[in-house]
């Protein structure tokens, strides 16, 4: 397509010359000259606002009837769709902690409304038409419009996906234009990035990494909807596709590729990660999806029937111990527990075995660079928006967890020893930092990992399974050990034996003949 047919994609010098018609909360349309103009709808909403406040004649009444009447309407929602949560600021609890704004801050792109035209983000800005317009030659049968359409079409549902604050200054004109130009670049992104082709589009790598990283971050997501809405099929595209390639949209099976490029896992369990974008319920972004996948089980092979009835102990979750008396790995290795990586990546293929006084731990392995800090930061405060009920809290379980490991830099190296976590972050201290930064004041689900816990802490109480591992550690700990430990051994029963020999000697000829003589 040559430049001068593409009048459809402006540029951005363009884009920001666009004028943000905003919708004026009442809290703030009061005086002031530079205050935009009130609707009737508004100044109408202010004056019965100001008539509640006044009212004292059976006010409680009125406030406590429109209680019950808000609260039937939130119960009688739609289960499927009352429930996802919204597009949103960090919570108040995580953005208050000290230097945090470095996990939740883009640092090279603005998706979205939230950080939308600051200025450290405009260079990024220049490479969105580039995308949009690759996404439409391949995407559009009608030089994009049908693409914009289906925005423009469905912009109260996309609207819908926002909290209501993020979204309150955006007119529909404009907030459509932007979720159209914020998801084209973006999916296009995406599959250029899987396909190692974002050369063309002559993006720096720095500027694609701090972009691989800003996608994934809260603030910065973009509904799941307006990406479908974007990949669903045309008619150009169906035309010369065969029936299996109908069932796989190249732009969903990057995602899915892309989501396992950033699960923080060796590539050898890529295989078993299901990215299930066709679920019952739809993810609400890409967060979503990533931690989908962080947290999914491959399906265990079945068991035989004599393993099935075997009683568990720690069936009765009532009953369970699980407050931790241990600090660090450094306690559990005095106690006797070694470390093993999990079979799988997923963060919750955590488990503890004990064979006779030594236990086993088994945890996913990790990799840990610069993107983990916010990756884990922005999916734990996913888990803890206000309307993300349906949460199991199973990221923010799993720092938790770690963090309890992890006490300083010894702790890491001895994970690093047992292939559990691979430190491409920096010294072992920085990856200690790490995880008691993002670690502190988290609240995880109280039932994760509650039979782990329970036998570890079981273990580390037994005294005998302590004193023996203690014996082992400190005499058994090398291989000189073991050999000065075999030798005393040897040496000690040639002792034995010729104490023995001393006391009970051989019959020698002269004892047989006086024996024999007696006879």
């Known amino acids: 397509m040559a430049e001068n047919e593409f009048d459809f994609v402006v540029s951005i010098e363009e884009l920001s ?178 396909t190692n082709e974002l050369k063309i589009f002559k993006i720096k790598n720095d500027q694609i990494a701090f972009a691989q990283q800003d996608l994934f971050l809260l603030e910065n997501q973009l509904p799941y909807q307006l990406l479908k809405l974007l990949m669903n099929d045309d008619d150009r595209e169906v035309g010369n596709q065969n029936d299996e390639e109908k069932k796989k949209n190249k732009y969903e099976e990057s995602i899915r590729t892309f989501i396992r490029m950033n699960v923080m896992a060796p590539k050898k369990y890529m295989h078993q990660i299901d990215v299930n974008m066709e679920k019952k319920q739809e993810p609400a972004h890409l967060l979503e999806l990533l931690q989908s996948a962080l947290i999914y089980q491959p399906p265990k092979k079945k068991q035989s029937q004599s393993k099935r009835k075997k009683p568990d102990p720690y069936r009765n979750k009532k009953k369970l111990d699980c407050r931790i008396s241990y600090r660090n790995v450094q306690e559990l290795k005095a106690a006797g527990i070694q470390l093993k990586p999990s079979s799988t990546s997923s963060l919750k293929d955590i488990d503890f075995n004990s064979l006779c006084f030594a236990g086993y731990l088994k945890l996913p392995q990790l990799i840990v660079d610069d993107s983990t800090g916010p990756l884990f930061f922005n999916l734990i405060a996913y888990e803890m928006c206000p309307d993300n009920i349906q949460t199991k809290y199973e990221v923010t379980s799993y720092v938790s967890f770690l963090d309890s490991l992890i006490d300083n830099a010894e702790d890491v190296k001895d994970l690093r020893s047992a292939n559990i976590l691979e430190n491409s972050l920096g010294s072992d201290l920085e990856v200690a930092e790490l995880f008691n930064e993002i670690g502190t004041d988290l609240v995880p689900n109280p039932e994760a990992y509650m039979k782990v816990k329970a036998k570890i802490q079981k273990h580390y109480k037994n005294k005998w399974t302590t004193w023996m591992a203690q014996v082992c550690h400190d005499h058994f700990s090398s291989p000189w050990t073991i050999m000065a430990f075999s030798a005393a051994l040897v040496a000690l029963a040639l002792s034995g034996i010729q104490t023995w020999k001393s006391v009970f000697p051989d019959p020698g000829p002269c004892d047989n003949f006086c024996k024999n003589m007696t006879l």
Request: contains cysteine.
């Open 17 to 194: 010359a666009r004028k943000v018609v905003k919708r004026v909360d009442n809290t703030h349309s009061s005086g002031g000259h530079d205050q935009p103009v009130v609707s009737t709808f508004e100044a109408h909403e202010k004056h019965s606002t100001e008539k509640v406040i006044s009212s004292t004649d059976s006010s409680w009444e009125n406030k406590l009837e429109r209680l019950m009447v808000e609260e039937e309407e939130q119960q009688g929602g739609d289960p499927a769709t009352s429930h996802k949560p919204k597009i949103q600021t960090v919570p108040p609890m995580l953005r208050g902690q000290k230097n945090f704004e470095k996990y939740f801050e883009p640092r090279a792109v603005s998706i979205g409304p939230l950080h939308h035209g600051k200025p450290k983000l405009q260079v990024a800005e220049k490479y969105k038409p580039k995308l949009t317009k690759k996404f439409i030659n391949n995407r559009s049968t009608d030089n994009g419009k049908d693409l914009y359409m289906k925005i423009w079409n469905n912009i109260e549902m996309l609207r819908d996906c926002y909290d209501e604050a993020v979204t309150r200054n955006w007119d529909n004109q404009s907030l459509a234009w932007m979720l159209f130009l914020d998801g084209c670049s973006t999916l296009q992104f995406i599959h250029s990035f899987v």
